[in-house]
C-alpha cells in the first residue's frame, strides 16, 4: 500500500520513526514536509501535501503529524474526499476506520510517545471499514462534500 506522509517540524521526529516503521513492514512511503525539527515548517503546507495525495489517488492513505495534530488535521479535512482523524491511541484509530473509514491519520508528537503513536499507526493499518449502518453516515458526509465542493 502507498501511504503518504508529511509533519511540520513539530512532527519530525516521530514521522522518521513512523517512516521507517512502515518500511520495515513493507510500505510504499510518500514522505514531504519539514527537513529537520529545528527549521520551522507550515503544518498547512505539509497537510496539504498529504491531502493532496490521497484526494488524487497518488496513495491510498495519509498520515498527518504536527505538534499537537490539531492543525494539520484541520487543514486535511478541508479537502474533498479526505477523512481525517485526530487519533492519541490504538481504539481511537482502530474506531476511526471501523466506523468512519478515515483515510488520513493526524498524530501529535508533543501529545504521545512513540510506543503509543506506532501502536496507534498499525491500528490504522490493520482495521478495515465497517460498512453497514456506517456506509450510511459516510455517505452522509459524501453528500454534504458534494454540497459544499459544488
Ligand atoms: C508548531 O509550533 C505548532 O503550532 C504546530 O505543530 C501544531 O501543533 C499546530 O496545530
Redo the contacts with the bound molecule.
Sequence with gaps: MKVSIAS????YALRQKIVSHLKEKGFEVLEGGATSSSESYS?VKAGQKVARDVNDGTALRGIVI???????SIVANKYKGIRCALCTNEFMARMSREHNDANVLAL?E?VIGYGVALSTVDAFFEEEFLGERHAIRVNDIKEQEDELFK
Excluded at 8 to 11: K, R, S
Design positions: 511540520d517540524h513539530a512532527g503544518y504536527c505538534g499537537t495534530g490539531i492543525g494539520i501529535g508533543r
